[in-house]
């Protein structure tokens, strides 16, 4: 059974920091896309940010300069550091397992930016 799990999120201030992790299980993640996404409320999800299986990373332009993925393949994890937050960053977190013919979803994390 795969299973995606998501942690870290919480309320923040603007200019704060918060780090998601992602926790995966039953599937091989070595050779997954992993990345990460939101959806903010009344809003379609959108990707954040992805990293390959050889950590080539892909960001969002608003999380450019601000966000930074990473990946622990020994330890089946992924994470997302997030500088300076903004109100706008306020969403709820997916994390991502990709490949071709496989596609899974962890429940989410919710993020509120706001002083």
């Known amino acids: 059974q795969v299973q995606l799990v998501e942690s870290g999120g919480g309320l923040v201030q603007p200019g704060g920091s918060l780090r998601l992790s992602c926790a995966a299980s039953g599937i091989i993640f070595g050779i997954f896309t992993m990345g990460w996404y939101r959806q903010a409320p009344g809003k379609q999800r959108e990707l954040v940010a992805v990293?390959?299986?050889?950590?080539?990373?892909n960001y969002a332009e608003s999380a450019k300069g601000r966000f930074t993925i990473s990946r622990d393949n020994a330890k089946n994890t992924v994470n997302l550091q997030m500088n300076n937050l903004k109100p706008e960053d306020t969403a709820v977190y997916y994390c991502?397992?990709?490949?071709?013919?496989?596609?899974?979803w962890g429940q989410g994390t919710r993020v509120t930016v706001s002083s």
């Open positions: 991502n397992a990709n490949k071709p013919l496989r596609d899974f």
């Open positions: 990293i390959s299986h050889n950590s080539n990373t």
